[in-house]
């Protein structure tokens, strides 16, 4: 996620974007068929096809859209993807939903089986946590609505999202981006491709994301909900002939944020007797927020914020 109110300046390092100026969400369909002019190609049936045969309410967003639009993350992509939604307070109490559809977002559904199942290269992520890692040299996102469990199994009663990546290439090629804004952010994305022999190919790719906090604890001394996120891909093609390909892969992927705090906002009456209200249990314990004023930005956990998020594997 990019810093509330902070507009990014971005560069990109590959020079075969270095010409091109950010788009907007809006013009995402146009930007996918720029970069397919001819049929959109997708892989939503484990085979490889044209969306126009597809019999699937299926939305497509390439690599290119992605990067002009800055969806780096599930969060940032429902604002391409038509009926998807996001919601998450922290890794754990994370829910993807899609025409309204998905896992509850209570207080936390890690263990809870997602109706909104993703896929990495067609590998399933059972985890909601792992819909807030960013995306990783992705070069095209399907997003597929409606039940999908005779391709995808039980998992996808809502939909899925199959999230391809970019795959090695004999061609020697390298791309590579870096953001700034304010609260102290920084994105740099890199990724480098090229030929090992004749038959194999190798690709590496890194993303790491930061931000400083933004929230002020008065206890700790110490701004809090920041963004520190690493991701790590490496990936091995073996081509013996022009019809097999047979690739390995392993990926790495860590959050460590102080998140996720929250602040003072106000308090309903219930039923209870006035005495069993928060200003006078509060009062009974000596107890003053922070700050009553939310825009101020400030809380007072006493307790530790532990948000580390990791899940590596090979495929």
């Given at each position: ?89 922290n890794p754990r109490n994370s829910a993807a939903n899609l ?11 890690d263990g809870i089986e997602q109706g909104v199942g993703i ?196 495929s």
């Amino acid at each position: 996620m990019r810093s509330p109110g902070g507009a990014l300046q971005r560069q990109r390092i590959d020079p075969a974007f270095a010409a091109d100026a950010p788009a907007p969400a809006a013009d995402a369909a146009e930007q996918v068929q720029a970069e397919a002019p001819g049929d959109i190609v997708v892989t939503a049936r484990h085979r490889t096809e044209s969306a126009q045969s597809v019999p699937l309410a299926i939305s497509v967003l390439g690599g290119l859209t992605l990067e002009r639009t800055g969806a780096f993350n599930v969060n940032r992509l429902q604002q391409l993807a038509p009926t998807l939604q996001f919601y998450s307070s922290n890794p754990r109490n994370s829910a993807a939903n899609l025409r309204g559809l998905g896992a509850p977002f209570g207080l936390t559904n890690d263990g809870i089986e997602q109706g909104v199942g993703i896929y990495v290269d067609d590998v399933y992520f059972s985890r909601a946590a792992a819909s807030t890692f960013d995306f990783l040299d992705a070069g095209q996102i399907e997003v597929l609505r409606g039940p999908q469990g005779t391709l995808y199994g039980k998992n996808t009663t809502a939909g899925a999202i199959n999230i391809t990546s970019r795959a090695p290439t004999f061609n020697f090629e390298s791309r590579g981006e870096v953001s700034v804004g304010n609260y102290g952010y920084r994105q740099l994305k890199l990724a480098v491709s090229g030929p090992l022999s004749e038959t194999v190919a190798a690709r590496i790719a890194v993303s790491s994301t930061g931000r400083n906090g933004t929230i002020y604890n008065t206890t700790t001394k110490s701004w809090v909900q920041s963004q520190d996120n690493l991701g790590l891909r490496g990936q091995i093609l073996w081509r013996p002939s022009s019809t097999v390909d047979v690739t390995l892969a392993a990926d790495y992927n860590e959050q460590n944020p102080s998140c996720c705090a929250t602040v003072y906002y106000g308090y309903g009456s219930t039923q209870r007797a006035s005495a069993r209200q928060f200003p006078a249990l509060a009062t009974l314990l000596g107890y003053t927020p922070a700050s009553t004023n939310p825009y101020a930005r400030l809380t007072d956990l006493d307790s530790e914020l532990r948000a580390t998020n990791r899940i590596g594997g090979a495929s």
